[in-house]
């Protein structure tokens, strides 16, 4: 029971808590690149996400064995070994996704939530915890992606996975879809997750103070 | 005791050498295994890849193309187009040095030597700026142009560089298709 409320806990954080893009403010540049369709921002988030497991769980199995001097070299080694291999893995299945997403498929090796993920917690921690970490910060991830790209693609352009909603009258606001409008959505919604945080953090404290009252 | 000293950092050192390169040894031979595996689907997926960019191009289900024997050394490869027993022109395959790196264009042009369109099949430009040459008010400008015509080609502000490769990509695909057709080809 223990067990299962420390996998539902970790998840919690990983996707609300902690967000690593949201709240940590990691990992921006694909978060801000690749989020101006809905597609996009999935697949982006699904590849990530299997990448951070797959690295959490072998950093954590070679933990003992990395000398603490090089670490970050094994560490890049190993992301970059995994990525090459997801962009091959890639390239066979997923070809049309591929070329949407085109340089950002490499740089996954260097978005900064992996080698973070390795480093901090990876690197210290026992293998399933450490998969379930990988887990929660590429669901965290993702889920920030999709926010992003739902506002990008439903107001840039009009349509969302490439569906049209708002009909053929509807004139996009192209700002969306430029550098300048994902800057914007991402602020945005950071600002509103960090109000809903300091709210609830406010109700706890009332919330004690009331009982101490008592 | 300083000799001592040398020596176990020597071996640390000799320790973390040797770890590190038998971790790339490992994690490079895991990497070719899985190319081994891919490299089919991969080649397949670039050939049908290939293969619209010219159904497009040309605007017809039917066509067939064959890559011709000789190629000028100053393009990738030079691919006779028909439809069934006529001849419907040439596609010329080109990769120029972009911005982040070579971008592959497929050129389509006609029986009488100008150009009927533009493809960019890959490319490795900035998102958002460089890749706009994708863009079908850009490539259309290229349309109906010959090695002879003196057109210029607007760039795309912002995305200068990748324009002009691309611009410059499209004037040599079609001076080594000219090359080809007078027969002065020259073979590598």
Known sequence: ?214 | MVDANKKTKLIEVGRTGIFLVALCAIIALLLSLLNIVTRDRISENEERNLRDAVVALFGSENIEYVLLEVTPEAVDAIYKVTEGETARGYCVRVSPEGFGGKIDILVGVDNSSSVIGVRIISHNETPRLGSRIENNHFLSQFIAITSKSEKNIDVISGSTVSSRAVTEGVRTALSALDEYLLGGVVIE
Do not use: H, W
């Not at chain 1, 070809?95 to 480093?119: Q, R």
């Open chain 1, 1 to 214: 029971m223990s067990k299962n409320n420390g996998f539902i806990t970790q998840l919690k954080n990983g996707i609300f808590d902690n967000n690593p893009t949201l709240i940590q403010l990691l990992g921006l540049c694909p978060a801000l690149a690749i989020t101006t369709s809905l597609s996009n921002a999935i697949g982006m988030g699904v590849a990530t996400t299997a990448v951070l497991i797959c690295s959490n769980i072998l950093i954590s199995l070679l933990r003992k064995f990395i000398p603490s001097k090089v670490r970050i070299y094994t560490f890049v080694i190993i992301i970059s070994g995994l990525v090459t291999a997801a962009e091959m893995l890639m390239k066979s299945f997923f070809f049309d996704l591929y070329t949407s997403l085109g340089l950002f498929v490499p740089l996954i090796a260097v978005n900064c939530i992996i080698l973070e993920g390795a480093d901090s917690f990876a690197s210290k921690n026992k293998v399933i915890t450490s998969a379930i970490d990988g887990l929660s910060m590429g669901l965290g991830f993702t889920v920030a992606l999709i926010a992003v790209s739902i506002i990008r693609e439903l107001l840039g352009t009009g349509t969302i996975l490439g569906f049209s909603v708002f009909g053929a009258s509807y004139r996009p606001a192209i700002l969306f879809t430029l550098p300048a409008g994902a800057f914007l959505t991402l602020g945005l919604i950071a600002a509103v997750v960090q109000k809903a945080r300091y709210a609830k953090e406010d109700r706890e404290k009332s919330k004690g103070r009331e009982e101490e009252r008592v």
